[in-house]
Structures are given as structure tokens and as C-alpha cells.
């Protein structure tokens, strides 16, 4: 059975940093891409960051400069964020699907977690 399951969200003030892990675990995600998105109840789910098999990263510009998305193996994820603002409260999530293009795109992603929250203080 796979799973993606997140931790190290939590509650930050302005301009702290937070580093976020996502472990997936029920095969092998090597040639997966993998990202991480996040969402504001009553508003879509925001694409954040993605980073290829190959080790490509792409980034939305509101976290480009700040957040740096990483993966240590072939099934841990990292989103390391820095200089949070509070606009970047969000529930957090990691997906990973067999992607070539549209990063951006949360229907490409196959498989999902059940996200962790990120609150930012002003």
C-alpha cells in the first residue's frame, strides 16, 4: 500500500523557518516526480514546489528565493522554508506522480498525503 505521510509542520512567526519531511513508503519513487502543494480552506489546492527524478526543480513565484525543495533517496522529500510571511499558512502537502511536464498541475499527481499544517504569525 503506498503512502506519502508528512511531518514538521507546526507554528512560526514571521520570517522563521520550518523544514518539512514527507516519507513515502509502498514502492519505489525513483523515477517519480514528487512535490509538494498547499491549501487555505475555501480556496484550490496551490502548487508550491516539484523536483524531478533527475534532481530539476521548479518553483511557484511566490515561494521562489525562499522555499528549496530537496530529496535524499529515492522516497524522502524536503521542503526547507525560509523567511515565512503569513500568507504562507496553509495545510502542506507531498505528492508524487509519473510526471514529464505540468509540474504545476495537481492532477498529474498520483498519490498523496494527508498534509500538515503550516501557520505563519505576524
Known amino acids: 500500500q503506498v503512502q506519502l505521510v508528512e511531518s514538521g509542520g507546526g507554528l512560526v512567526q514571521a520570517g522563521g523557518s520550518l523544514r518539512l519531511s514527507c516519507a513515502a513508503s509502498?514502492?519505489?519513487?525513483?523515477?517519480?516526480?514528487m512535490g509538494w502543494f498547499r491549501q487555505v480552506p475555501g480556496r484550490e489546492r496551490e502548487f508550491v514546489a516539484a523536483?524531478?527524478?533527475?534532481?530539476?526543480t521548479y518553483y511557484a513565484d511566490s515561494v521562489k528565493g525562499r522555499f528549496t525543495i530537496s530529496r535524499d533517496n529515492a522516497n524522502t522529500l524536503y521542503l526547507q522554508m525560509n523567511s515565512l510571511k503569513p500568507e504562507d499558512t496553509a495545510v502542506y502537502y507531498c505528492?508524487?506522480?509519473?510526471?514529464?511536464?505540468?509540474?504545476?498541475?495537481?492532477?498529474?499527481?498520483?498519490?498523496w498525503g494527508q498534509g500538515t499544517q503550516v501557520t505563519v504569525s505576524s
Open positions: 505528492a508524487a506522480g509519473l510526471i514529464y511536464s505540468t509540474y504545476y498541475l495537481s492532477q498529474m499527481y498520483n498519490y
Open positions: 523536483i524531478r527524478w533527475s534532481g530539476t
Open positions: 509502498g514502492r519505489t519513487f525513483s523515477n517519480y516526480a
